[in-house]
């Protein structure tokens, strides 16, 4: 194989690839799209979001499993289903499989099915997901936290004891977990005793002064030739129209002049700087940062590291940056490939970076909010959906992706619980993409963003679980109330 020289050569050599590329996952959010632009590259999920439509997504007949805890057990399950393995088996040797989430047991499945697994190992993952970890790689990489502690906590007053510089309001994270659900707000000693069981149980705590900040998040990959920087997007968190928790993730914009010129050099900046640093440990290929930034100073500070694609992964490969070049994904890929490149990775940071080439999107991820399990029993296909002048929200037609939306009035909905399954306190419901803005000059939600999520909450029909018994509907419930996104 010659030598790839530039992004002709790159995106030419995936269109021609022979090699099966398995994305295994609940369902296909996170790469969405990418199998147009990889040939032989195939999603293999547990849900099926596309009634059967989709060419490239395979969902096996569910067979009886143990309870999922996480999505590594989904891709574990998925390794060892008889269908899957006999797709696998059928497309030949030499395969790589590509994950949201995996464990060592994972790594030992795809062994035993020949599969390469292209990305860094569960263990070197691991380490650098440790939101501990993460402060100290950012801090030899230069590029600051929020000021913080790591300590021990065994109390309220061992808590006070070591913060006694960051001031009265705390915020504190576990080292593992979505942040959602492991970040605490304490101010007093009823905030602690709230928590007080899932602190302690802790070796070690992020402790941080509680700044004024707003959430944004940039994804990269980090390569032999360098890190290649993806544009700062905005964060929606904690909207309690779409998550019930406080510090959630629950979606995304992107557009030109998302932040100032300064924060969006720095951020870029601080995360070439962190890409270096986790070369230097040994991980490479895909990962994102959130970055916070201090509303009252302009302050810049590093949130936390996801070393994996994200719930943004498909905001950053659908933009008009990546159609102009290659999804950043496929820089991924070509890393743990055997195959030569060179790439001027500050000319392409530099492109990416042009305002030109960011164009105007945003996505909702919609939670199930209440606390309550409930059967549904009918949900909105995926496909384009649009707002009518009328007030109705009507589906248009059937397709993959984004690409099919023409104005703001129309989004791509992506369905992830569908009938027959069940709603839970933090399920996820779907996603919306839609072009423009959801949020607000002042980083709330618009109208717009808020009769989507009134629509789309009411094209779902369900019952209380305890009414379904009564009526007699079949029931297996299986909440696996965790991030599969």
Excluded at 253 to 276: L, V
Excluded at 399 to 411: L, V
Aim: hydrophobic share 35%; proline share 4%; net charge negative.
């Amino acid at each position: 194989m010659k030598k790839l020289k530039n992004i002709s050569d790159i995106r030419r050599y995936f269109h021609r690839n022979e090699t099966p590329i398995y994305f295994f996952s609940a369902t296909n959010f996170n790469l969405l799209g990418i199998s147009e632009w990889v040939r032989n590259f195939h999603y293999i999920n547990y849900i099926d979001c596309f009634d059967g439509r989709h060419p490239s997504v395979f969902v096996p007949t569910e067979t009886p499993h143990r309870e999922f805890e996480g999505i590594e057990d989904i891709n574990n399950y998925l390794l060892q289903h008889k269908e899957v393995v006999d797709m696998v088996e059928k497309r030949g040797p030499g395969g790589k499989a590509v994950f949201l989430m995996f464990d060592e047991e994972t790594e030992s499945l795809c062994a035993e099915l020949g599969l390469d697994v292209w990305f860094p190992s569960a263990s070197l993952r691991s380490s650098v997901d440790n939101k501990i970890e993460t402060v100290r790689i950012g801090n030899k990489a230069g590029v600051p936290s929020v000021p913080n502690v790591l300590a021990k906590v065994d109390s309220y007053e061992t808590l006070r004891n070591v913060s006694k510089d960051l001031g009265e309001h705390l915020v504190l994270q576990s080292a593992f977990g979505d942040s959602g659900k492991t970040t605490w707000f304490i101010s007093d000693q009823a905030d602690y005793d709230k928590y007080k069981k899932e602190i302690e149980k802790e070796d070690e705590i992020k402790v941080m002064k509680r700044v004024n900040v707003r959430g944004s998040a940039i994804e990269a990959c980090t390569t032999k030739r360098g890190t290649i920087v993806g544009p700062l997007m905005t964060e929606l968190v904690g909207f309690p129209e779409l998550t019930p928790y406080k510090g959630g993730w629950c979606g995304n914009e992107i557009f030109a002049d998302a932040f100032p010129q300064e924060i969006r050099d720095k951020a870029r900046e601080y995360t070439f700087q962190f890409g270096e640093a986790l070369r230097e440990v040994g991980y490479r290929g895909y990962f994102e940062l959130d970055f916070l930034i201090d509303q009252d100073n302009g302050e810049l500070y590093l949130g936390e590291l996801n070393p994996r694609v994200t719930g943004a992964s498909t905001m950053t490969n659908s933009a008009a940056f990546a159609h102009a070049d290659a999804p950043l994904f496929l820089f991924h890929l070509l890393e743990f490939s055997d195959v030569d490149f060179d790439l001027d990775v500050e000319e392409l940071n530099d492109r990416w970076a042009d305002a030109d080439n960011i164009d105007s999107w945003s996505q909702l991820v919609i939670k199930f909010c209440d606390d309550s399990v409930e059967w549904v029993s009918a949900a909105p296909e995926s496909g384009i959906w649009r707002l009518e002048d009328d007030g109705r929200m009507v589906y248009r037609r059937f397709d993959y992706h984004r690409r099919g939306i023409e104005t703001e009035q129309e989004g791509f909905y992506l369905r992830i619980i569908g009938e027959g399954d069940y709603f839970y306190k933090g399920a996820d419901m779907g996603i919306l993409i839609t072009r423009g803005r959801l949020m607000n000059d002042d980083f709330t939600l618009n109208d717009r963003a808020r009769r989507w999520i009134r629509d789309i909450r009411r094209a779902y029909a369900s019952q209380p679980l305890d009414q379904v018994k009564q009526e007699n509907v079949p029931v297996s419930l299986e909440a696996g109330a965790f991030k599969i996104l």
